[in-house]
């Protein structure tokens, strides 16, 4: 069955961007990419620090709030739609709920044929990348890295803090139908 | 009728993303913002220079391939799903079609209530605040400043030439229902 | 006297980066661009949040730490250095202490043939680009707008809210040796 | 003695950056950091595609002309003059010209103390990580890999292909005096 969503989470700074952007080069039809960044860089901006929106906290805790969960909600759903009416989809995201959020994921698929793909890098080494970053909150990747993999299952697992970003594309890549 | 939807066309460089935060700043309510901005930002880098992507010519005419297209069309599938499902959407676009721009969109949108919003700024001043932007190819807003409006239907415009950004939004949030 | 570098001052959201691309762009002869933003970016993050370094308060006052000041002082001898040895410079800055900030310049550039350009743009105006841009604390642009000229002398001033960049930056252009 | 400048030199997506911005966060005092890129970013928009700037052609070579040589060594003396003025100060440059670059740098340094590093990553993984990046032309990550350290002392190197950034900068802020 030919894959039409390819679904990537893993914590902050594990390396999601990167691989999906080597993805989108390394396979031979065209891909859209959308993620849980440019889904909070399409709310106002006043929902980016408010109980009801999201918030990071000075140890880079992120906590959402009702607002949020709506809103995602019907993001997904035309995520999904977009999938349904023919593009081939890359999403990023982070479960913070684990198990939960994908849980979320799954029903608005529905039938689609989907990836499933956990990044993982260990929470040291992601912790080093979001210094080299310099835009993250110290300690956003410490706080995700085990979390957002709690109770997810996956069709195949990456390791960034082992491979580079292309290599662990090329081993998506040969999974997708 | 409540308002689900809110679709501002205009070229580039006539000041469309900044009424769009204002709008987000000013409506009580929460609104997702999406644009043709952001959904070329989602393509493979590889198409921004290909003939079935998208290419922008060193005059600023910017012209769009089959794969484009047929992305686009999923894209605006999932952008009225997200409204159908219950978020707020402001969509802020560049019809370079004109009138059949319009009616991909309306096709799509079918029984949504929508305000549509031309933003206008006569060419000389969306070519010279291209120049002020710095990061777009010279040209793209003169090309665009008329024929975006060719044959298009509002329900009201705004002019960035003679108005502030958040004069703009102010007219058009209070036209929102 | 040929004219070695041009010195903008306003407050945040009056304009300045806009002036400074369109004179890049008019000016006959290349001229290197630095200012305040660029400075701040050369910093440690750390710096961004600390007492010595540099805070923005939530109501957008800003204030400035001894770290700041003393790496300020070298970094505006570095930009005098630039023109010294034959690079054209723009610089565009917010004056905080006014007249005090003007002499701390003055100070430095010695000899050197300077165009002293003041922005303007009233305060309320300055407030609604802010809320336009996104990226800023809501506050400083409307406790800028003022305090940053006191006491402060110009060869010319301009004002963005009542003149595109463009046309600023040609009246600019036309005061250049 | 002090260490007053530390240069790094390195091709593109090499790691440089990341490395930078962990050295600010790791040591004590703190360092600005300039670049190659910042000074790009700080030249007129047109000479970033003219014979007397700087070109990057398709396959991803650089070459650069006249008035980008006169302006670079304008702020290659404003750099040394900040560091003279007392700001610790780190810099990540592409010596292109290899041991001539270097040699530009030592003639305009005088009597500073400087800490020069080489980083090294081997020609594949750059060219992956220039893909991962998804922002620059491919092939200057490989065109720029070997080229850029031929002729090049070091006092010390680091290889990003074996090395996280934020253990480069460890070693690198080991010898910082």
């Given at each position: 069955m030919t894959t039409q969503v390819i679904i990537l989470n893993g914590g902050s700074s594990s390396g999601k961007s990167g691989i999906v952007r080597c993805l989108q080069a390394e396979l031979p039809n065209p891909w859209l990419a959308f993620g849980v960044d440019s889904f909070v860089d399409s709310?106002?901006?006043?929902?980016?620090?408010?109980d009801a929106g999201i918030e990071i906290a000075a140890d880079g805790r992120v906590s959402v709030g009702a607002d949020f969960r709506a809103l995602e909600a019907a993001w997904v759903e035309g995520i999904v739609a977009m999938a349904r009416a023919g593009a081939r989809v890359i999403v990023d995201d982070v479960f913070l709920g684990g198990a939960a959020s994908q849980q979320r994921w799954q029903k608005a698929l529905g039938g689609l044929s989907v990836l499933w793909v956990g990044v993982r890098c260990e929470s040291a080494v992601a912790a080093g990348r979001e210094v080299a970053r310099g835009d993250r909150v110290q300690g956003m990747a410490a706080s995700q890295a085990d979390v957002v993999h709690q109770g997810v299952t996956y069709d195949l697992e990456v390791d960034t803090a082992h491979a580079e970003s292309l290599a662990c594309a090329r081993t998506i890549a040969a999974r997708v139908n």
């Open positions: 709310m106002p901006a006043k929902m980016r620090a408010s």
